[in-house]
Nanobody, 125 residues
Framework: QVQLVESGGGSVQAGGSLRISCAAS????????MGWFRQAPGKEREGVAT???????LYADSVKGRFTVSKDNATNTLYLQIHILKPEDTAMYYC???????????????????WGQGTQVTVSS
């Protein structure tokens, strides 16, 4: 099964932009339903963006218009572009994948079996 490794996190000023990546190995993400999740200290892990095997995307209301999920099947990499960063975007960001994720589970952590280790995004005001 696929293995996932996130990178690209860091400390950013509010209003800035960041692109985080999720490099996959062991299998091709073109055959996986993929998601980006985040978890802030003391809070539950929440889904923010998903992309299915056809490239169709979904976004949580809290990030619509600011986050863009994409994937490059040639390099087997998933991306999350984040614009207009806010302090409340501070969290550990995780990518996740599975061969099949029902529509109603795409923002649920228990919908995915494979997870990366996470990359920290910190936004200062």
């Amino acid at each position: 099964q696929v293995q996932l490794v996130e990178s690209g996190g860091g400390s950013v000023q509010a209003g800035g932009s960041l692109r985080i990546s999720c490099a996959a190995s062991g299998d091709t993400i073109s055959t996986y339903y993929m998601g980006w999740f985040r978890q802030a200290p003391g809070k539950e892990r929440e889904g923010v963006a998903t992309i299915d095997i056809r490239g169709a995307t979904l976004y949580a209301d809290s990030v619509k218009g600011r986050f863009t999920v994409s994937k490059d099947n040639a390099t087997n990499t998933l991306y999350l572009q984040i614009h207009i960063l806010k302090p409340e975007d501070t969290a550990m960001y995780y990518c996740a994948g599975d061969k099949w994720v029902p529509y109603w589970s795409r923002f649920r952590p228990d919908g995915y079996n494979v997870w990366g280790q996470g990359t920290q995004v910190t936004v200062s005001s």
